[in-house]
């Protein structure tokens, strides 16, 4: 597993997350992947603002990197469309455990890094803060969690010794 404090995500939007899926497995020989069908994300804060966006996230490893593909199905304002439109293909996030999440978003926010994003999952919180004049896109940054880490355990656990056969899987639970 991945130390705090270090990248242990790349996140990439996409148009079509089955072919997406496709792509890594078969050419880069990441996976298996776990779907998270219209992830439950609470408490949604984009930009100040409440909202609701309806995304698919698909997680699995290459080595010790978890990759997470999203797929935004409805058109409301998000941290996900904003620079991704549709067609566009690139890194959207790196994530990363900070040991204090509360002192993390001091630190982005005293960088000058606004707080694009937040919400829960499973009570668990995680903020994306823009970061793109410094790195070129947004940082996620997750609460040191049983959420979070479980999760993150699961998916690399499975990409150890995988032999390449069934590829996307549901996530437990």
Known sequence: MQPLNTIRQLGYVVSNLDEAIKYWVDVVGAGPFFMIKHC????????GQRCAVDVDIALGNSG????ELI??????PSIYNETNPAGHVGLHHFGIMPVSFELAKATFLEQGCEEAFSCTVSRAELAYFDTRKHVGHFTEVW???SVFNDVAHLVEDAAKN???RNPLRPMPG
């Open 40 to 47: 439950a994300l609470r408490e949604q804060i984009y930009r």
């Open 64 to 67: 010790d990197v978890q990759i």
């Open 71 to 76: 797929q935004q199905h409805n058109d409301v």
């Open 143 to 145: 609460e040191n969690s």
């Open 162 to 164: 995988w032999d390449g």
